[in-house]
């Protein structure tokens, strides 16, 4: 008998548990986190310091001044430098 839960125990411990709750759907990777990941994360781990200059300004101003920030930060796409704008909006904007 101690054998046999001791070997349950044993398989037990080997078997991957889920890290998710039942039902939970895993997050999708936002386009413009990824973007950020890959154009400015390497010198900005994050964008709270840089976005201090931004946060500010009235959204349209913002935007064109991080637009015209990413040309010359490693965002030379268009639709990159867009995302990682619409990202840092919903995400490190107070609002």
Same mark, same amino acid.
């Given at each position: 008998?101690? @054998?046999?839960?001791? $070997?349950?125990?044993?398989?037990? !411990?080997?078997? %991957?548990? %889920?890290? +998710?709750? !039942?039902?939970? =759907?895993?997050? @999708?990777?936002?386009?413009? /986190?990824?973007?950020?990941? /890959? $154009?400015? $994360?390497?010198?900005? +781990? &994050? %964008? @709270?310091?840089? !976005?201090?200059?931004?946060?500010?300004? %009235? =959204?349209?101003? +913002?935007?064109?001044?991080? *637009?015209?920030?990413?040309?010359?930060?490693?965002? /030379? *796409? *268009?639709?990159?430098?867009? $995302?990682?704008? @619409?990202?840092? /909006? &919903?995400?490190?904007?107070?609002?």
């Amino acid at each position: 008998m101690r @054998a046999a839960v001791v $070997a349950l125990l044993a398989v037990s !411990m080997l078997t %991957p548990v %889920p890290t +998710r709750a !039942m039902g939970q =759907q895993p997050r @999708a990777t936002d386009l413009g /986190e990824t973007a950020y990941q /890959e $154009a400015c $994360a390497s010198c900005h +781990r &994050t %964008p @709270a310091r840089f !976005m201090r200059r931004f946060v500010d300004l %009235p =959204q349209a101003d +913002r935007q064109a001044a991080l *637009d015209d920030f990413l040309k010359t930060h490693s965002a /030379e *796409d *268009d639709a990159k430098r867009a $995302a990682i704008i @619409a990202w840092l /909006e &919903t995400n490190h904007v107070r609002r």
